[in-house]
Structure formats: C-alpha cells, structure tokens
C-alpha cells in the first residue's frame, strides 16, 4: 500500500484542486485495498489495469483532473511485486 499511497493516492488526498468525487473514489479504493492480503492487492491493481466499470470511470476521473492512474505506475509495480515478492509473503 505504501506504494500507491506515495505515487496515486496521498497526491490526490493532499490537492486542494482534486474534486470530492476524486478524493472519495481514492479512499473508498484505499478502503477496499486495506482488507486484501499482499496478493489480493496485487491482483486487485492489476484488475483495475485491466479494466472493471469502476476503475475505468476512476482513471478517466484521474486523468481528467491530471492526476496519475494506476497505468502510470504499471512499470515499477510489475518489477517490485513480481511472483517472487508474493511467494516471500
């Protein structure tokens, strides 16, 4: 969670700018997120990558308002919670 708290959720949190329907989507995510295991987060942000009704209209929201999406972090998150970050888990 420390991952996307630092590179999508806690920039929207902290912006004056980001609209209440943002702000809402990003702690109802961090809610939802907070309840899963290591890998029921890692399969819940590959979800949203791939694309549920929910998470589409978040990352329209997220863009619209320029803030970054979960695809903006697809790079770095594919190389730190690979299979071999699950299995240490």
Known sequence: MDFLHDRVFDPIIAAPNASERLK??????IVRMSQLDAA???????SAIVGT???IAFAALLRAE?????????DEFR???????????
């Open 24 to 29: 809402k989507g990003a702690r109802i995510t």
């Open 40 to 46: 029921g987060m890692v399969h819940y942000y590959w």
């Open 53 to 55: 009704d929910p998470s």
């Open 66 to 74: 320029g803030f970054d999406r979960f695809e903006e972090a697809i």
């Open 79 to 89: 190389v730190r919670f690979d299979d071999a970050f699950l299995r240490a888990r």
